[in-house]
């Protein structure tokens, strides 16, 4: 398996199991509605798990785009391969969403909030402050990124393909341990995307999907979540990088 359709089939897995456990919670009549936020936060770091447990071996799970631009930074990862790994998990995304949609289907004719409809596509602020907003998606990818670089350790040969690195670095449990604290201490203020292919492929999806009554895809708010996740990447790396010297 090539490393963009490892890229392509972890991101897919990701978001289908992640915003999967949001449709669950939050569409009317489903078996786990009002389960809650612990019920999301576990859900989405066992579709982390899931996700890179399947593409570890083959393209070190990077399933977003802050983690490759950020490996990038750091100089574990070549740049040349930056383009069709996000291209890939973007694309994983769009296609994840898509299926979530169509396996709860009839519950999004059920469910009449245009908003909730929303949020099982992409992440909503629950409330909109830009620059709030954008430091939350920062510092919770911040997280993500000084762990991974951390456990990865300063060793890894660049370049090596019998040594992918990423997300699968770490071991599928740990990394989704990670994105569980992550989501438990810094997930209410924006619902962490942390992921910018997390976010943007399902909104386009949204755009796109002829789901019934569903309102704005909130595309005034799509930047945060793309911009802030690859900076607070890019700072995990350099400070890694600092650490380093």
Known sequence: ??????????????????NGVVANVVLQDTKGHSGGWIVITVGWAMAV???????????????NPAVTVALAVGGK????????????????????????????????????????KLATFSTI?????????LFSEIIGTFVLLIAVFFLTGPNIPVGDPSRPVGLGSLGALPVSLVVLAIGLSLGGTTGYAINPARDLGPRIAHALLPIQDKGSSNWDYAWIPIVGPLAGGAFAALLYGLLQA
């Open 125 to 133: 602020p629950q409330i909109r402050h830009n620059g709030a907003n």
């Open 1 to 18: 398996m090539t490393p963009f359709i490892a890229e392509f089939i972890g991101t897919f897995l990701l978001i289908l199991l992640g």
């Open 49 to 63: 798990f899931v996700g890179v447990l399947v593409a570890q071996d083959y393209s070190g799970a990077h399933i």
């Open 77 to 116: 990862f070549a740049w040349s391969e930056v383009g069709g790994y996000v291209l890939a998990q973007v694309l994983g995304a769009a296609v994840g969403a898509s299926c979530v949609w169509l396996t709860y289907i009839q519950h999004y004719r059920t469910t009449k909030d245009p908003v909730l």
